[in-house]
């Protein structure tokens, strides 16, 4: 099996540090029925990975090739690229998935920031905690590997669910340029 990053470092999570609260008991290892949470495998683009980030953007065309190749490229930055996901089991299919992304800096005492990206839920599975769990997961391990900030960009409707994990808007403008 062909995982993005070692899913044993999920196990160091310190989940005594959760900031928000979990409903009918919720958690990495009982993610609820037939899901499992784990990092993203090479071939989850057969596990409708892509159909599911189309729940969130364009994903336009993408082949198995280019997705490996992606997956490689990301996989050699070690320490960079965190994603998890949500398997459904009695499916087969990805049913959720975050990222956490480190970003490496001379400032801070050389340290680095983490990016929270791509936090998407399948619409069938709304409603079970999921996007909670998976934020609030990769939060911790933020704290674990070490950040001096974590950041995120997110509709105006979604920043009640982001300070649940500790964010909050701050007096910076968030600029974008699109191509
Ligand atoms: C949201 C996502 C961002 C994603 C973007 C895609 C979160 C917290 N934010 O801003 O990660 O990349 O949507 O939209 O998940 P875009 O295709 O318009 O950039």
Request: proline share 2%; aromatic share 12%; charged share 30%.
């Amino acid at each position: 099996i062909n995982y993005l990053f070692d899913p044993n470092i999920l196990e160091e999570i310190d989940w005594s540090k959760i900031k928000c609260n979990f409903q009918n008991g919720v958690s990495y290892k009982k993610p609820g029925d037939g899901l499992v949470v784990r990092p993203l495998r090479d071939d989850d683009i057969h596990r409708d990975y892509l159909l599911l980030m189309s729940q969130l953007t364009k994903v336009g065309i993408v082949t198995e090739e280019q997705f490996k190749k992606r997956f490689e490229d990301m996989k050699r930055c070690e320490g960079t690229y965190y994603i998890l996901v949500i398997e459904d089991k009695s499916t087969n299919k990805i049913v959720g998935s975050s990222s956490l992304i480190f970003e490496q800096k001379f400032i801070h005492s050389a340290g680095q920031r983490g990016r929270i990206e791509d936090v998407v839920v399948n619409g069938d599975y709304r409603g079970k905690q999921l996007g909670k769990l998976l934020v609030q997961l990769l939060v911790l391990l933020g704290e674990l590997l070490g950040v001096y900030k974590l950041s995120l960009e997110c509709k105006h409707d979604k920043v009640g669910f982001y300070e649940n994990f500790g964010f909050a808007k701050d007096d910076q403008a968030f600029m974008i340029r699109r191509f």
